[in-house]
């Protein structure tokens, strides 16, 4: 008989090298691998062949399943088969609602594990050369979505607005406008941004510009989600390594 358990990974962000041994381990001893969008697929090639896979991404706010359904479909997997793996994008505790999963799964007394990943939040930015903090420029970073629950503009973006820290915001595409809009009300128009689109992937491409060009420099270059957006004077360091980019890219694939 199988014994039921959880083991919710986190799979990085998007770069398949990026991903932990611990979680890879894991994905080797999977009956059940329940995948988000952004978790690199080439993850499930170290699954064994008679894993079960099993697509539950969300892709342009079209859910395949919701959050809800997602809960009930571990849980009664980990019954049936035994060992279910969570796969998701960047860290399952950073705006990945792997807190809540492992709450439900907890309620039916089913054993589980975290095994925390890389966030896009820190390595989409140093994909292409900005640190979130750096010695004379930043102190702190603050790492906020860009959308709340609702649907709507999280209200934290204000306050981030107010301070020195560099700013990451996931989930805030749709929102771009108007987060430009309040960093412009507190002086800030002029502050670098970035965006950064596909972080880590072979196919990373990102933007730079200030909050009162951003927007257009974005509509001009056809960026879009999944991107994540870097506001802060740290920014402006990537300029000084313009070859960063292309040896971070030819080592990883070493």
Not at 66 to 93: C, M, S, W
Not at 170 to 190: D, N, P, V, W
């Amino acid at each position: 008989m199988n014994i039921p358990r959880i083991t919710l990974i986190g799979a990085g962000p998007g770069d398949v090298e990026l991903i932990t041994l611990k979680g890879i381990k894991a994905i080797k001893s999977a009956d059940v691998i329940l995948y988000d969008a952004l978790a690199n697929e080439e993850l499930l090639e170290f699954a064994r062949p008679d894993a079960l896979r099993i697509y539950v991404g969300k892709r342009l706010g079209k859910y395949v399943y919701t959050q809800e359904e997602i809960n009930y479909k571990i849980v009664t997997l980990a019954l049936e088969y035994g060992h279910v793996v969570r796969l998701k994008g960047g860290d399952p505790f950073v705006f990945g609602r792997g807190f809540e999963e492992i709450e439900y799964a907890k309620a039916f007394n089913i054993d589980c594990e975290v095994v925390s990943g890389v966030t896009s939040a820190i390595a989409a930015p140093a994909s292409v050369g900005i640190p979130v903090t750096s010695r004379g420029f930043s102190e702190s970073f603050w790492v906020i979505t860009g959308t709340t629950q609702k649907g709507e503009l999280s209200d934290d973006i204000r306050l981030a607005a107010q301070s020195n820290a560099t700013i990451v915001i996931l989930m805030g595409m749709s929102k771009l406008t108007a987060i430009c809009e309040i960093f412009a009300q507190y002086g800030k128009a002029e502050t670098p941004i970035a965006i950064i689109q596909n972080g880590t992937r072979k196919n990373v491409k990102s933007v730079v510009g200030t909050v009162s060009t951003i927007t257009e420099k974005s509509n001009i270059a056809q960026i879009s989600n999944p991107a994540v957006i870097v506001i802060g004077e740290v920014v402006s360091l990537s300029e000084r390594f313009p070859e960063y980019l292309t040896m971070n890219n030819y080592h990883s694939r070493q």
